[in-house]
T-cell receptor, first 114, second 114 residues
């Protein structure tokens, strides 16, 4: 069975500092990997996705993620955080045969200090 | 374009009562998904409709949950009778295609069973 682990429940970062959110997955084949963000009162919004090809994926809002098969990781990064990045971030894994039936991690809540 | 709409945004009911959640997907999206997040845990898949047909309902917790999508447009998720452990946030999402197509989420229904 596939699973996703986000080791950090909360992260506090200063505005302008860099951010890295960790995601580790367990899946038998090549996974489809996603990062979603949920801002207060909003639905989940897709930041980026990895299906194949270049292992460094660029997303919206200045985010990027790197797929590392050897480490079963798909960490999310942003070089300089803005106050509006305060939100909860979810890593998810899917399979081609399962459509958009995704397995999510527990989420990481990001707080941004001025 | 209008996004995925869920109603109500919040619902507070007593144990044993019935609650019906509604989801209006983006027009033209054949695929509709229900997910649930219980008590800050992982977001978990409940079921998947393709048009009016249930494609995958493997995530439905038990027979107290009934999902319908008559006419392949909006969907309802009824919980009858509700139990304390049903409390959580119920998300609906839709997509035009399957894997690879962007999944659009609603802002969720916060269900509290007292």
């Amino acid at each position: 069975a596939q699973s996703v682990t986000q080791p950090d429940i909360h992260i506090t970062v200063s505005e302008g500092a860099s951010l890295e959110l960790r995601c580790n997955y367990s899946y038998g084949a090549t996974p489809y990997l996603f990062w979603y963000v949920q801002s207060p009162g909003q639905g989940l919004q897709l930041l980026l996705k990895y299906f194949s090809g270049d292992t460094l994926v660029q997303g919206i809002k200045g985010f990027e993620a790197e797929f590392k098969r050897s480490q079963s990781s798909f960490n999310l990064r942003k070089p300089s955080v803005h106050w509006s990045d305060a939100a909860e971030y979810f890593c998810a894994v899917g399979a081609a045969a399962a459509g958009n039936k995704l397995t999510f991690g527990g989420g990481t809540r990001v707080l941004v200090k001025p | 374009e209008a996004g995925v709409t869920q109603f109500p945004s919040h619902s507070v009911i007593e144990k044993g009562q019935t609650v019906t959640l509604r989801c209006d997907p983006i027009s033209g999206h054949d695929n509709l998904y229900w997910y649930r997040r219980v008590m800050g845990k992982e977001i978990k898949f409940l079921l998947h409709f393709v048009k009016e047909s249930k494609q995958d309902e493997s995530g439905m917790p038990n027979n107290r949950f009934l999902a319908e999508r008559t006419g392949g447009t909006y969907s309802t998720l009824k919980v009858q009778p509700a139990e304390l452990e049903d409390s959580g946030v119920y998300f609906c999402a839709s997509s035009q295609g399957r894997i690879g197509e962007k999944l659009f989420f609603g802002s969720g229904t916060q269900l509290s069973v007292l």
